[in-house]
C-alpha cells in the first residue's frame, strides 16, 4: 500500500529529521509529507536541505501557525491529489513511535481506519502527571458514550485512514482543530459505515521541544463533543465538492500549496 505519512510540524527541528529517518527504514512504501507552518526554529529549512538526498520526502510550507487539524487536511489533500492510497497521521514529537507502525500498517490491509491506541491492551503512556492521564482518559470515555463510538482511544493523533474514507466522509468540512477534529473523524468514519480498529501504542511524552496544546483544548474538546452529538452526521460522497473549495481563492491556495510541495 503506497502511503503517505503526514508529519504536522511547528517548532520541531530537533525531531523532524530523526524520525523521518526513521519513518522511512520502517517500510520501503511509506513517503512522509512534513506540513510545516513556517516554524521560527526552522524545521522548513531542514526538511528543504535534507530532501534532495531523500526523494521520499515531501515538504509543504504554509506560511505561519493554521492549526493542526488544517495541518490534517492539507496532508489529506496532498495524498489525495497524489494518489496515495492512505494517509497516516503521526505527532513530530517523539510521542508517536515508529516501532508501531508495522502493526498498524497490517491493520491498515483489513480496516478502513486504524488507530494507533493508548487505551486498549498492551497500549499505555509513559511520563504523564496523573492528572493529565485521568483527563484524558475521562474525555475518551465521554466521548465514546455521547458520539456512540467503539472505539476507546477517540483522541488519538497516530492514525491511518485508506483512501476511501478520505474521499467519502467530507474531512475538508470540519472546522474544528485538535482534539475536535480528531473526534469529528472517528464520528464521521464511523457513521459512514467504515470498519474502524485500534492497535495497541505506548504513547511517549516528549522529551524534546515545547508543547503548543494548551490546556483549554480539551475542554473546547467536551463542548464538540456535546453539539456534535446532536448533529446528523453529513451526508456521504462530498469529500472533493464543496461549494467552497471550488472558488479561485480556495483553487489559487490550492496550487500555492502545490508549488511550495515542490509537486
Ligand atoms: N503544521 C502545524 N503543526 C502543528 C501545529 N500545532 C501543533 N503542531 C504539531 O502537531 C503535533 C502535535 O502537537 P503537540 O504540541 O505535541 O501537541 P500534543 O501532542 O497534543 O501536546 P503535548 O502532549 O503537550 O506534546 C506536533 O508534531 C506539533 O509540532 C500547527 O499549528 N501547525
Ligand atoms: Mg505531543
Known amino acids: 500500500m503506497h502511503t503517505l505519512v503526514i508529519l504536522p510540524t511547528y517548532n520541531e527541528a530537533e525531531n523532524v529529521l530523526p524520525l523521518s529517518r526513521e519513518i522511512l527504514a520502517v517500510d520501503g512504501g511509506l513517503e512522509i509529507l512534513v506540513v510545516d507552518d513556517n516554524s521560527p526554529d526552522g524545521t522548513g529549512r531542514l526538511v528543504e536541505e535534507a530532501r534532495p538526498a531523500e526523494r521520499r520526502l515531501h515538504l509543504l510550507s504554509r506560511p505561519g501557525k493554521l492549526g493542526l487539524g488544517t495541518a490534517y487536511l492539507a496532508g489529506f489533500r496532498f495524498a489525495l491529489e497524489q494518489g496515495y492510497d492512505a494517509a497516516l497521521t503521526m505527532d513530530c514529537d517523539g510521542s508517536h513511535h515508529p516501532r508501531h507502525l508495522p502493526d498498524i500498517l497490517r491493520a491498515a490491509a483489513a480496516h478502513e481506519l486504524v488507530i494507533g491506541s493508548r487505551y486498549v491492551p498492551g497500549g499505555g503512556i509513559v511520563n504523564w502527571p496523573r492528572r493529565r492521564q485521568a483527563l484524558s482518559s475521562f474525555a475518551n470515555l465521554y466521548a465514546r458514550l455521547l458520539l456512540r463510538l467503539p472505539v476507546n482511544d477517540i483522541t488519538s493523533g497516530y492514525r491511518c485512514y485508506r483512501r476511501s474514507v478520505l474521499e467519502t466522509v467530507d474531512p475538508f468540512g470540519i472546522r474544528a482543530s485538535g482534539y475536535s477534529f480528531l473526534e469529528e473523524m472517528c464520528w464521521r468514519v464511523h457513521r459512514a459505515g467504515f470498519s474502524i480498529t485500534e492497535v495497541p501504542i505506548v504513547f511517549e511524552q516528549r522529551t524534546r521541544g515545547v508543547s503548543k496544546i494548551d490546556s483549554s483544548e480539551i475542554y473546547r474538546a467536551a463542548l464538540h463533543v456535546l453539539a456534535t452529538a446532536f448533529r446528523r452526521p453529513p451526508a456521504p460522497g462530498l ?23 515542490g509537486r
Open 239 to 261: 469529500a472533493r465538492g464543496r461549494a467552497e473549495d471550488e472558488t479561485p481563492a480556495a483553487a489559487e491556495r490550492a496550487e500555492a500549496e502545490r508549488s511550495a510541495a
